[in-house]
């Protein structure tokens, strides 16, 4: 087994007086946590990152989700915020799905956590 070698925490002065987070804070990330891991969340969320989809749309941009898993997922993106659903009253029916505020205002996150596995991605398990 190949030794990994840690180096000291080094905050520099954009942490001087830093003490960690609250409970309540540990709690709040947690659920943000939640909210955007599961099987297929945070490809659903990446592919409405260009507007809004049908259904079949979404399924044909995540080949190997099946029908019912992008129901579940869509169903709890939309609980938690995160998407749209909009229903057309159209013959037959039309269903779209897009980001919403929340949903678009997590990419600046999920570019940080990016750049963050690039620059680390030779320590990340496979």
């Given at each position: 087994m190949?030794?990994?070698?840690?180096?000291?925490?080094?905050?520099?002065?954009?942490?001087?007086?830093?003490?960690g987070p609250e409970r309540i804070d540990v709690l709040r990330f947690q659920r943000a946590i939640r909210a955007i891991t599961g099987k297929w969340k945070i490809e659903i969320?990446?592919?409405?990152?260009?507007?809004?989809?049908?259904f079949g749309e979404l399924r044909r941009a995540l080949p190997g989700v099946t029908q019912h898993m992008l129901t579940a997922q869509l169903r709890t993106l939309e609980h938690d915020g995160i998407v749209i659903r909009t229903v057309y009253a159209e013959m037959p029916p039309r269903?779209?799905?897009?980001?919403?505020?929340a949903g678009i205002e997590l990419m600046p996150t999920f570019a940080a956590l990016r750049d963050w596995a690039l620059r680390y991605e030779h320590q990340l398990p496979d």
């Amino acid at each position: 087994m190949e030794m990994q070698t840690v180096e000291p925490r080094s905050y520099g002065k954009d942490c001087e007086d830093c003490t960690g987070p609250e409970r309540i804070d540990v709690l709040r990330f947690q659920r943000a946590i939640r909210a955007i891991t599961g099987k297929w969340k945070i490809e659903i969320v990446c592919s409405l990152v260009g507007g809004p989809m049908r259904f079949g749309e979404l399924r044909r941009a995540l080949p190997g989700v099946t029908q019912h898993m992008l129901t579940a997922q869509l169903r709890t993106l939309e609980h938690d915020g995160i998407v749209i659903r909009t229903v057309y009253a159209e013959m037959p029916p039309r269903v779209d799905y897009a980001l919403s505020r929340a949903g678009i205002e997590l990419m600046p996150t999920f570019a940080a956590l990016r750049d963050w596995a690039l620059r680390y991605e030779h320590q990340l398990p496979d």
